[in-house]
């Protein structure tokens, strides 16, 4: 079946991890526009919001690791370097565009109270193109160096978060700080880059493996993982710090840490369920669905959540409302996903069936 040919040429793990960071972010999202304010003190609140922080990370390394496929790829084909720098920046330019054309949609449909300042809001593709950006001049490295290069350039971006955060920005152009300068309120550059720089590390892995060696790869990631979440734990909570002032639900590298943690664990366990688990086979996996197209669902569901479309329902829901709501927004954004996915297939079907059947020819002598 061309579907199942299609499924194939992508790595089902990446898009099933995907997929679940999709699921996560669809309900932080409800649970953060829909739920009641005085229930946001409640355990239901803070869990759904302790764990919707986790999509931004596992966007960005993924979006790394398919960066670092491109690069490799370019490098396979024989491509100069200057070649492959100049491919890697271009994927950068897409991600731009679509961002500002977001943030337009979101100001047009916003109504009076949407301000011009509103379409310079730096968010999570914003930071994907600038990060891809500057991330681009890895492309002049082999594979095998960018294993370990992005390893270190993710730890220096890590490291010098706090640093950044703790500089004095006066005078230095509003833009220019809301790209660079950690804050609550915006996808900068120091920390999150930091998982793009990782991603494009475990990437390269990835492509100078081995098929036999996948399976222990795995392994070593979960055990690299968990290993990171008990460390830089440990390290959070010791009295003492060689930072002057760290923010560590801001900018500091002990959460940055616990985080690509998290991921390495979440990695193998997206291998596992896909190739020997319930997806084996290459059976269809809604989870799987909204991965591979998940910059519609993000695009279509922040409008539908944050917008005007469901204004009765913001603020104003319990907790089992609010899960209810989550429940038919993230069905909605499958159907959609499906729709979009396989719309090569039954968009010609349907023209084909609703097109007139032409009449038969008259045979001469009838």
């Known amino acids: 079946m061309e579907t199942v040919k299609t499924s194939r040429t992508r790595l089902a793990y990446l898009d099933w991890l995907r997929g679940i960071a999709a699921v996560i972010m669809l309900q932080g999202h409800a649970f953060h526009a829909f739920t009641r304010t005085d229930l946001r003190e409640g355990g239901p609140y803070i869990l759904s919001q302790f764990v ?111 640093l950044v955060s703790g500089m004095d920005w006066t005078g230095v152009p509003t833009l ?21 720089a990782f991603g494009m590390s475990a990437g390269s892995l990835l492509r100078v493996l081995k098929r036999d060696y996948l399976d222990r790869t795995m392994q070593w990631s979960a055990l690299l993982g968990i290993g990171l979440i008990l460390g830089a734990y440990y390290a959070s909570n010791l009295p003492y710090s060689i930072y002057t002032q760290s923010d560590f639900w801001l900018n500091s590298p002990a959460q940055i840490f616990i985080k690509l943690g998290v991921i390495l664990v979440g990695l193998p366990f997206a291998f596992v369920w896909t190739e020997y688990g319930a997806s084996h086979g290459w059976s269809w996996s809604w989870v799987r669905q909204l991965g591979t197209t998940s910059l519609l669902v993000y695009w279509v569901h922040i409008e539908l959540v944050y917008g005007r479309w469901l204004y009765p329902l913001k603020e104003n829901l ?8 989550a429940v038919v927004i993230t069905a909605a954004m499958l159907l959609l996903a499906a729709a979009k996915t396989y719309r090569d297939r039954w968009a010609p079907a349907l023209v084909a069936y609703l097109r007139p059947t032409p009449a038969p020819a008259r045979v001469s002598g009838d």
Not at 318 to 325: K, M, P, R, S, Y
């Open 52 to 162: 919707g922080g986790m999509p931004p990370a596992i966007f960005l390394f993924l979006t790394g690791v398919t960066l670092a496929f491109l690069m490799d790829s370019g490098e396979r084909k024989g491509l100069s370097r200057a070649t492959r720098v100049v491919t890697a920046a271009r994927r950068s330019g897409y991600l731009f565009a679509i961002a500002y054309l977001f943030r337009f949609q979101l100001w047009l449909f916003g109504g009076p109270s949407a301000t011009v300042n509103d379409l310079l809001k730096v968010d999570i593709l914003n930071a994907m193109g600038l990060g891809i950006l500057l991330m681009s001049i890895m492309a002049v490295f082999r594979t095998t160096q960018r294993v370990r290069y992005c390893a270190f350039v993710g730890l220096a971006i890590a490291a010098a978060s706090p």
């Open 176 to 196: 220019v700080r809301m790209y660079f300068a950690p804050d609550h309120n915006f996808f900068s550059f120091f920390p999150w880059a930091a998982f793009l």
């Open 318 to 325: 319990d907790v089992g409302e609010t899960v209810l709501a």
